[in-house]
Structure formats: C-alpha cells, structure tokens
Nanobody, 124 residues
Framework: QVELVESGGGLVQAGGSLRVSCAAS????????MAWFRQAPGKEREFVAT????????YYADSVKGRFTISRDNAKNTMFMGMNSLKPEDTAVYYC?????????????????WGQGTQVTVSS
C-alpha cells in the first residue's frame, strides 16, 4: 500500500509560478515510476508529467513542456513539480500517482495509487 498526499497548490496570476509536492508513505516509493495528472472542471483527467524510479527519465505532455519540471527526492519519499509561466488553462486539481512499474508512463491504468489532489487556480 502506498499513501500519497499532495500539497502546494493555490491561486496564482497568469505568468506566475507554483511548486506542488507529493509525499509518499508505505511500500517501495523508490521502486516506482511516478506521475502527475490533472482534471479541470467538466473535463476528463489528463496526463501532465511522469518520472522514472531514479529520476533519470521524464516525459511531459505537450501542453506543459518547457514550463513544468518534474523531479523526485527518493531519500525523502517525495515528488515535486515546478510550474512556471502558468496559464489560466492550467487551472485544475492536480493528482500525483504511483505506478506499478519503475518506469515512466502516461497511461492512467499503469498507476495503482492516487492522492486526493491539490487545487491549482490561475487567474487571468
């Protein structure tokens, strides 16, 4: 079992920055690929970014590439995502997810554990 708790969301103006965190407890955080997904009101959950168990591999959705940076600290069982140049369309609940493999994946069904989410709101 892996428990995930997100934090760091909030309200920011367009063009601003935020960093969200995902603290993990339980089994084998360091063996798992991790990811961020998001869900905006009235829309389906979508992939944002993923990182491999070591942090060496990362992959981003085209909509955030160059603006968001995913990272992890295995010693602290924590994953992060820095978000720069935020846009109103980035407004969503951001969820972290722990995978069933050590690798990156943008597919939701490769993730067995999900956090409760943290709200990010970008005003125009």
């Amino acid at each position: 079992q892996v428990e995930l708790v997100e934090s760091g969301g909030g309200l920011v103006q367009a063009g601003g920055s935020l960093r969200v965190s995902c603290a993990a407890s339980g089994r084998a955080f360091t063996d798992r690929g991790m990811a961020w997904f998001r869900q905006a009101p009235g829309k389906e959950r979508e992939f944002v970014a993923t990182i491999s168990w070591s942090g060496a591999g990362t992959y981003y959705a085209d909509s955030v590439k160059g603006r968001f940076t995913i990272s992890r600290d295995n010693a602290k069982n924590t994953m992060f995502m820095g978000m720069n140049s935020l846009k109103p369309e980035d407004t969503a609940v951001y969820y972290c997810a722990a995978g069933t493999t050590p690798y990156t994946s943008q597919r939701p069904y490769d993730y067995a554990y999900w956090g409760q989410g943290t709200q990010v709101t970008v005003s125009s």
